[in-house]
């Protein structure tokens, strides 16, 4: 089965690749010299500076910090963030919440609708909805995706007052319980209409700046490969066993389509994960992307170095996933190996 | 500090979240929003709770004024000092102060207690002050307890007793009304990890339990913070509880007090433009902060530690008229009606406006003066080769404005004039800043905050003080000793006039010796629903300057 | 068997390497050539280019450069967030009284410094590293492959982010952490290619002749690995400004420099308050020059890839 | 237009099962309007086999491909001419034994639908059904195709779908044809009312939408749609056992790439032949296979032809092949029928100097693999071809009215037709080519 060994190489390779991150992420914080700066507030003296070091270990070689920090990490120990004003570990889960609720919205709608507009371009090849959706797909990925949620801002925000920005209304979001961190999702299971609305409010625009992008991808991808399967000899063999062209495009010509689609979903997610940052600070989304910029601008080494960690790892287990789905999927490629 | 803060990173996300479709409607900014709560946007996170671990001028400040008293304090509508948990203010005529002037005594008012419940002693004082000086953290500011104290002693359950080094006039209005000095429930910080040596007690700056007239309820870092009422107060009870919304952009608040959502914003001068003339908000303008806004000259600067682009040499600023040129050179109008939108003022070097001493007599730049500039350029020999200069900021706030309005007006003046504006993440500059010597020759930022005179010019002014250390001062004064002793001597004269005269005649003298560059004296700027009532601000206060206790709607 | 399909003369796959690696190349130029001139999109995104580069070239005409330093904006101090059509300000300017014409004018120079050292450091960069591998193979190319794979697992822009960070704000810096960031993807494309194309007919025959490696590498290899290189780095010259206007709308750029990020993101905090022109006209800038890069780019691989004629 | 001299159509259409007439389909290129089939006009009878040779790129597939417009339009253009599809049914007399009414064959032609039978200007007074296929509408012609024409492609890997199973395709035949008797098997009765029923009649013939599919997983339909799926099963595996394939019923779970070139091209069979169409297309079904299995591919293909009574177009290069399975050939060059007769007469009686060139072609110990002693140049790029014989420039026989003037297909011989001037006399005058067969 080469689809095991498949999945078994990569297996094997991704903790030394994720060893390899740490190493280069660890090393990036330290080559600007001592993240010490961000635990220090103005007007303290060199001995004071020392002595913080010495709290945060910072005085230390550095071989034995990167084994400390390590070993903090294994142990779900990531230090203390200078930004959120406590530690990593603490604020962590929220935000990471509010990230994926984020990422995930605007990645469905972007698979949903990338597909939909993928499979109805390029079913109508050379056509005006082709066309249409080339335009879309080529702006979607020139698009500074700050620049659109600004647009987006002025527009339903600043001046027609349609859009909230944020994460919720800071009444309604104390009005129900918070387990799961996922505003959608705790207004369900707190069974709150007016908070899920709410939730669902302020989550449309970030989204739809996020996913937008990432529609553009898919939908491109889906078009390119559903025109390359139209031409394939099964499908006209479809059509010449008598089946209506429905079912040739959705039964035989989509399925295959979808295919090395799926890959581009892998990357895709990559997108959406970068695009968090902006998004969240465009819309002053309480997330990961949000605490990542503001570390970086206030030198945040201990969140930056999580969330590089941290990204990279979710970035490669998608992949993973991605590829062996793919692989999975695509029986030409399992016969070729 | 990032109080002037205005990127888009460094906002809040509830502050947004309640701008609704319906806060845009006239009709509802008409009537009182959140009856019974008031909903103050601030500009930055709190890094700590905990008196003994923040520095002043840092959000921390904001809450601990609320939550925690001291023994003295200042009303709102002047300089001068009034009882707070100690019945009286010390002087020599009440006897509080002995004669030595050497030893302070407090009685402190009966029946007090802590929000936890336990009572309020004259141990609880002394731990508290104790506890500061015996932690010592190197972020906060227990530096000025143990400069002034000798000792301290419980006399009795209700009297407290504070032994200083060496007589002083600066030492209720620098230590006692400080935070750093608030008292803390004894019995919470024991069943907390108590107190060690230069470690941060993690439950104190996270918590905060005090006799103040708030009790701390919940902290949703980077979203918000909430007081509540505390009924047993031993004043007058608050009337509304509190939900301080975290660092929101500027531009996030001014939308948010417009639409009502808000009662009370911090805001940058430069948008209260955005404010005027909108019904329903009242724009508060009085006053001046006591954080003067300066570029400091490195007149110690190591060999080669310069960046490589700076051409100046080590002793630039050693040169009186260098420094002189630098001070008329610099466009103040510039600065004072764009980033500043025309809030603030020009104050002598170095004692604010509003603080005891200030002499509005005395010599201020205050104006751009080119040909002065150039003249003296020539004399000191940089005018016809020119010269690179770096300086180092905070990126993206008002610090960072103000060396661009210096960029220009030197570069203005003559184009082999450059001046690098390097505008870097808050940790390097700290990090840069702590250093001694300082490897900059120019650093933008504000000064810390004070009640008395002496503290500025000890720490900005004396050679032998912090920055005159750090600075080689010794280096440009004409006559260092000289000044130290005017200060030093000013220090410890208790007669208030002939004091203010002894710190005219320095700020006189200071004005041939700059040893910075102040661009302005920030306006005390802040804004309002009208329906908040008893809105007051008191520059004297730790920031944000005003507290909520007096406020109703 | 009679096959008929043989029928035609055989093309001689034979006739030397130089000859047909020629002719081969000089095909393909003129098939490009003819390919991108007929494909309307591909002409407009040349047509923006031309326009880009054109307002970048004669910067100091359109708009008078600021002394010293004409990559700083020119600072009003008296006439801050002024709305567009204030006379001297046609487009406004920002909370720093910078003029945002010259922003948007110079700021196209400021992206095209940025997006040809980037593209050509990285491609030489990249190409270096991926030949090696490619071409060595063995352990160097493990080797070099683990580390390209390693910095390709951790996602562009946030490793941009986190690389400009270390740095420190600077502009320059900018340069360097998208540099840093971006060669690997040259390295893979490159070793691939080697790979693909060390199998191609013509260099079994080259090395039937007997040639050098090395003049095999430079003759025959390098250039048909360079198509895919080249869409590539036509489609990064766009995507590095996009990065790298993001990294500047973060906030890693110095201040006071004209340059599209930096405005958009000084922009950014007046649109509450109605100011809406500081930060529209410069990020419609950078939309345009991304999009005509793409477009271009496009253009270009559906001409050098028959497969995708006609997509 | 019907013409006595073009003997390919002489043949009464009783027993024609199909005639091209004067077809002609272009492609839209970069380069121009390419005219890939130019004016062909041949028939198939019904039962026979006609092998279609040419070079690749003469248009052969074209051909074969517009029986069931398959052909991409745009680019292609059907640019004229038609293609006349005649039904057969069984023969009612002798219950397809054979028998003297229906001359042997055991089919007789479906009535004409306009008419039944008793001769309209639909059917050319004859009362047999004829469909012009190129005129059909999509959903008339979806009804045709793998029912009444099927076809076979040229390369069974690409031609079945790598991501369904044997039975999933093979069973679409049915499910799109014979629906019907799957809900008679699953014992629905045709006229059954009631949402259950309908549902089940989308299912039996693909129709099922969104949840229905889960529907029928459930009771009280699930039973019922097992029923079917059984009848299916059933279905699929006869089919397949017609091929010879072993054991059906294990290869039906499979997928085509888990299959040997060979056992896809049986099941693309099976498939084509599911239904026992009255004509078969085989376009070039060896070609991708290795040499002994290519043997067995075409003995079942006549074999499973001689049983189902269904005639075929044989579409190769391969003259051998056709040789050996054809009863008439039919040589196309550069979107022409350069010579159509029995595989006889083209095989001992060459008379088109292409003809000869290939079979000359055939190797001998003189002449190297691949090259032709006979045939120098190569094929015409049809762009907008001038009227000539599309021959001229390769051709040994070469007068200077090939060069002006385009030979129409006439008779040498009975059954046996050649478009080249050598056979019969260029027109005079220069009176447009097609005018010449009138002569």
């Not at chain 4, 084509?272 to 075409?298: G, K, M, S």
């Amino acid at each position: 089965m080469q689809l095991r060994d498949y999945i078994i190489r990569r297996l094997i390779v991704l903790p030394i690749l994720i060893i390899g991150v740490s190493i280069v992420v660890f090393s990036l914080t330290r080559i600007s010299g001592s993240p010490v700066g961000i635990y220090l507030s103005h007007e303290m003296s060199p001995a004071e500076v020392q002595q913080i070091e010495a709290r945060y270990g910072l005085d230390k070689p550095l071989p034995v910090q990167y084994y400390a920090w390590a070993k903090g990490v294994l142990q779900g120990d990531l230090g203390w963030s200078g930004v959120a004003a406590a530690p990593v570990t603490e604020v962590f889960p929220n935000k990471l919440a509010a990230t994926m609720e984020l990422a995930f919205s605007a990645g469905f709608v972007a698979v949903s609708l990338g597909i939909w507009l993928g499979t109805f371009a390029g079913a109508r090849r050379n056509r005006w909805p082709d066309h249409i959706t080339r335009i879309v797909a080529v702006s979607g990925a020139s698009l500074p995706l700050f620049w659109l949620g600004i647009l987006l801002l002025i527009i339903f925000w600043a001046n027609l007052g349609w859009a909230p920005i944020g994460r919720s209304d800071a009444t309604i979001w104390a009005s129900i319980a918070h387990p799961t961190g996922l505003y959608t999702v705790d207004a369900l299971l707190a069974g709150n209409l007016k908070a899920f609305g709410d939730a669902v409010w302020h989550l449309a625009l970030p989204a739809l700046t996020l996913g937008y992008g990432a529609t553009a991808i898919i939908a491109r991808m889906m078009r390119s490969s559903l025109v390359e399967e139209l031409q394939q000899d099964y499908v006209d063999a479809a059509r010449a066993k008598g089946l209506p062209e429905r079912l040739v495009l959705r039964r035989h010509a989509r399925r295959n389509a979808l295919i090395p689609t799926v890959t581009v979903i892998g990357l895709t997610f990559g997108f959406l994960l970068q695009g968090t940052i902006t998004a969240e600070i465009i819309f002053r989304w309480p997330g990961l992307g949000r605490w990542m910029a503001d570390s970086v601008l206030r030198g945040d080494q201990a969140t930056i170095m999580t969330y590089v960690l941290f990204t990279s790892v979710l970035f490669l287990m998608v992949n993973l996933v991605v590829d062996v789905i793919y692989a999975h999927l695509d029986r030409r490629v399992v016969l070729g190996g | 500090m990032n109080r002037y803060l205005s990127r888009p990173i460094i906002s809040s996300l509830c502050v947004g979240a309640v701008l609704t479709l319906t806060a845009f409607q006239p009709a509802f900014a008409q009537e009182v929003n959140n009856p019974g709560l008031l909903v103050h946007a601030a500009d930055d996170e709190p890094t700590s709770l905990d008196p003994a671990q923040v520095e002043p001028g840092e959000g921390g400040e904001t809450v601990i004024l609320q939550v925690y008293d001291r023994l003295l304090d200042i009303g709102p509508d002047s300089p001068e000092l009034i009882p707070s948990l100690a019945l009286e203010v010390p002087t020599v005529d009440n006897g509080l102060i002995s004669a030595d002037g050497l030893t302070y005594t407090f009685k402190l008012r009966e029946g007090v207690v802590f929000h936890d419940g336990t009572a309020l002693t004259a141990d609880d004082v002394k731990y508290s002050w104790d506890r500061a000086m015996e932690m010592d953290l190197p972020e906060g500011n227990a530096g000025i307890l143990s400069d002034y104290i000798a000792a301290t002693a419980v006399v009795d359950d209700f009297t407290f007793q504070a032994t200083l080094n060496e007589a002083s006039a600066s030492f209720l209005n620098s230590v006692v009304i400080a935070m750093v000095a608030s008292i803390v429930s004894q019995d919470a910080v024991k069943a907390n990890g108590g107190v060690e040596a230069s470690v941060p007690n993690t439950f104190m700056s996270g918590n905060a339990v005090g006799t103040g007239p708030y009790k701390f309820s919940v902290w949703n870092r980077n979203e918000n913070l909430q007081l509540e009422v505390f009924d047993d107060y031993w004043g007058e009870n608050a009337s509304l509880d509190v939900r301080i919304e975290i660092g929101g952009d500027p531009d996030v608040r001014v939308l948010g007090l417009r639409a009502g959502e808000f009662d009370t914003i911090e805001t940058d001068p430069s948008f209260i433009a955005d404010l005027e003339g909108v019904d329903g908000v009242t724009i508060y303008q009085e006053g001046l902060l006591l954080e003067p806004l300066h570029i400091g000259m490195n007149l110690n600067i190591p060999e080669g530690a310069l960046p490589p682009e700076d051409t100046i040499p080590v002793d630039f600023f050693h040169d009186a008229r260098v420094r002189q040129a630098f001070n008329h050179a610099f466009d103040y109008d510039a600065f004072l009606n764009g980033p500043l939108a025309g809030y603030g003022d020009f104050n002598p070097h170095y004692i604010p406006i509003g603080i005891f001493g200030y002499d509005a007599a005395s010599p201020t730049y205050n104006k751009q003066d080119k040909a002065k500039a150039e003249e003296l350029f020539r004399a000191a020999g940089y005018w016809d080769d020119g010269f690179t200069i770096s300086v180092i900021t905070e990126e993206g706030n008002l610090f960072a404005l103000m060396c661009l309005v210096m960029k220009d007006s030197l570069e203005g003046l003559n184009p082999k004039f450059r001046v690098n504006v390097l505008a870097v993440a808050e940790s390097v500059f700290d990090d840069a800043h702590a250093q001694d010597p300082l490897e900059y020759a120019m650093w933008a930022k504000n000064a810390d905050p004070a009640a008395d005179p002496n503290a500025y010019l000890q720490a900005y002014v004396h050679p032998d003080g912090d920055w005159g250390q750090v600075h080689g001062f010794a280096n440009g004064y004409a006559d260092p000793e000289a000044i130290g002793a005017m200060i030093d001597a000013a220090a410890v004269e208790l007669d208030v006039v002939k004091r203010a005269e002894m710190y005219a005649e320095i700020s006189k003298v200071l004005y041939d010796e700059p040893m910075w560059l102040i661009g302005a004296q920030e306006g005390v700027v802040a804004a309002h629903r009208d329906w908040v009532q008893g809105f007051t601000m008191q520059p004297l206060w730790p920031r944000p300057g005003f507290k909520f206790a007096l406020f109703d709607k | 068997m009679a096959d008929i399909s043989q029928t035609r003369l055989p093309k001689s796959p034979f006739r030397g390497p130089t000859t047909s690696v020629w002719q081969v190349r000089v095909l393909r130029m003129r098939e490009l050539a003819a390919n991108i001139l007929s494909n309307p999109t591909t002409v407009l995104g040349l047509a923006i280019i031309g326009m880009l580069l054109g307002m970048a070239i004669f910067a100091p005409f359109i708009a008078e450069p600021n002394i010293p330093d004409a990559y700083q904006m020119p600072r009003d101090w008296g006439a801050v967030r002024k709305p567009p059509g204030t006379p001297g300000h046609i487009l406004g300017t920002t909370n720093e009284g910078g003029d945002v014409f010259y922003g948007v004018v110079w700021g196209s120079r400021t992206s095209l410094q940025l997006s040809l050292i980037v593209v050509s450091a990285t491609v030489i960069i990249g190409t270096i590293v991926g030949s090696i591998a490619g071409f060595l193979g063995g352990w160097v190319d493990e080797v070099l492959m683990r580390i390209v794979d390693v910095f390709l697992s951790i996602p562009e822009l946030i490793f941009a982010l986190a690389i400009a960070a270390m740095l420190g704000p600077s502009f320059s810096n900018i340069i360097i952490a998208l540099s840093m960031v971006i060669w690997v993807k040259y390295a893979r494309i490159m070793r691939a290619q080697i790979i693909q194309v060390k199998q191609n007919e013509y260099i079994d025959a080259a090395r039937v002749i007997g040639d050098s490696k090395i003049n095999i590498y430079f003759r025959d290899i390098l250039p048909n690995s360079f198509t895919p290189v080249m869409v590539q780095a036509t489609l990064d010259m766009g995507n590095v400004v996009l990065i790298g206007a993001t990294l500047s709308f973060i906030g890693l750029s110095e201040a006071g420099i004209a340059e599209w990020g930096v405005l958009v993101s000084e922009g950014q905090a007046g649109i509450a308050s109605g100011r809406w022109w500081a930060s529209t006209f410069p990020g419609l800038m950078i939309f345009l020059w991304a999009l005509a890069f793409n477009l271009v780019g496009d253009g270009l691989r559906d001409a050098l890839d028959p497969r995708t004629e006609g997509r | 237009m019907f013409d006595e001299n073009q003997p390919s159509l002489a043949a009464n259409s009783a027993n024609a099962i199909a005639r091209v007439d004067d077809l002609k389909v272009y492609f839209n290129s970069k380069r121009g309007i390419v005219h890939s089939v130019d004016g062909v006009s041949f028939d198939i009878r019904d039962g026979e086999t006609l092998g279609l040779v040419g070079e690749t790129g003469c248009g052969k597939s074209v051909t074969g491909r517009s029986f069931l417009q398959l052909l991409p339009m745009p680019p292609g253009i059907q640019a004229g001419g038609s293609i006349t599809f005649y039904p057969q049914g069984i023969c009612e007399e002798c219950g397809g034994k054979g028998c003297a009414s229906c001359t042997g064959t055991g089919r007789t032609s479906v009535d004409c639908e306009a008419c039944s039978g008793t001769g309209c200007d639909a059917c050319g007074n004859n009362g047999a059904q004829q469909i012009d296929l190129l005129k059909l509408g999509s959903e008339k012609m979806r009804r045709i195709r793998g029912d009444r024409i099927a076809m076979i492609f040229q390369d069974p890997g690409k031609a079945l779908n790598p991501s369904l199973t044997i039975r999933e395709q093979v069973g679409e035949v049915f499910l799109q044809h014979r629906s019907e008797e799957l809900l008679g098997a699953a014992g629905i009765a045709t006229d059954a009312g009631g949402w259950q029923a309908n549902i089940l009649r989308r299912k039996a013939s693909q129709m099922e939408r969104g949840i229905e599919g889960l529907l029928l997983a459930l009771p009280p339909l699930r039973s019922q749609r097992n029923k079917l799926e059984l009848a299916l099963d059933d279905m699929v595996a006869d089919a397949l056992t017609e091929t010879q394939i072993a054991n059906p019923r294990k290869l039906m779970g499979r997928y085509p790439h888990e299959l040997s070139g060979g056992m896809r091209q049986r099941v693309m069979i099976a498939q084509a032949l599911a239904c026992n169409p009255d004509l078969l297309i085989a376009d070039e079904p060896t070609t991708a296979l290795d040499v002994t299995v290519q043997a067995r591919i075409l003995e079942l293909i006549s074999e499973l032809k001689e049983r189902h009574k269904t005639s075929v177009l044989y579409i190769s290069h391969d003259l051998s092949l056709v040789r050996r399975i054809c009863d008439r050939v039919a040589v196309m060059y550069a979107g022409r029928i350069a010579e159509i007769g029995t595989t006889e007469q083209i095989f001992n009686d060459p008379r088109h100097p292409y003809t000869r060139g290939l079979l000359a072609a055939v190797p001998t110990a003189a002449s190297k693999r691949g090259e032709l002693a006979a045939i120098k140049g190569s094929v015409p790029e049809l762009v907008d071809p001038k009227p000539s014989c599309r021959f001229t420039g390769r051709c040994l026989f070469e007068t200077e009215a090939c060069g002006t003037f385009d030979p129409a297909l006439q008779n040498v011989a009975p059954n046996h037709a050649v478009s080249c001037f050598i056979h019969h006399p260029p027109p005079e005058g220069a009176r447009p080519s097609f005018d010449t067969k009138t002569s």
